[in-house]
């Protein structure tokens, strides 16, 4: 199959149309049309089904896609090993993650990795849970670092571990001096929390009506730093995962307590890759230190 009608047939998958396709690539709808009909009659089988809203892959056409995604992502990483022959003097490591872990966690890591390797370079993309692993299945990043509840398809969860949930309250908050804290207690005062759609609100949310609780954030947001910001201010206390949050420790304004309810440890951090696939070799150094990292997270 030709590397052309390949690249048309992955652009019209992610559009989802072969107009916005076209305006992506600069090339006639027509032309991108034969291109994918004379892959249909290679493999014998239809690779769209055409719907008035669009183009949606049949199964062959998301079998097609897959392979093809392995097929660039295997080039690109051979270009890569040839020029870092002489050890990681080049390349590119690219991480999907929630905000939580992108915002405090990811940072401190990349920059200490890159003081042994500083012609390494990084891209970091932040977005929701879910879309950390079809960045991982679309072959736009090397590793995935996300909250998950299920596995999922096409993924290799490289490192898994309990996302524990703690409270971040002001220094002077007076539940600060408290070495466990649970929902019950946290329900009487102000509370900044995430938006329901995400995994963490929706622990919570079902560990509160387990209790019978009635918990009332006063401020929702998808952002962990707009959260962490109204907790500096005084504005209360916030829910998250430690390790979005351990580098707060050391700040002194702010105290990081456990939430021990049953129900919350039912999420976990998981570092992800996509199954059968090799990865370059920066990306393979970086994901040994980061699996290090998070597993010496875990055990203090």
Known sequence: MQDTALRYFLEVVRCGSLAEASARLHVASSALSRQIAGLEETLGVPLFERQPRGMVPTAAGELLAAHARRTGLDAERTVEEIQALQGLRRGRVRIAAT?????A???PLI?????EHPQIRFELQVMAAAQVTERLREGAADLGLTFS????????????????VVAVLPADHPLAAARTLTLARLAGHDLALPPPDTTLRQLIDLAASRQQLLIEPVLESGSL??????????????LAGLQSVRPLLAEGRLVV???RDRGLDLRDIELQTLAGRTLPAAARSFLDELSQRLAEGAAD
């Not at 905000?99 to 915002?103: C, I, K, T, V, Y």
Request: aromatic letters at 6%.
């Open 111 to 115: 920059a200490a990795w890159r003081r």
């Open 257 to 259: 307590r456990p939430v």
């Open 225 to 238: 730093a707009a959260l962490l910001a109204f907790v500096r201010a005084g504005g209360g206390a916030t």
């Open 149 to 164: 509840r299920a596995p999922a398809p096409d993924i290799v969860v490289v490192h898994r571990q309990p996302s524990t």
């Open 105 to 107: 966690f990811l940072p």
């Open 99 to 103: 905000e939580g872990l992108a915002a």
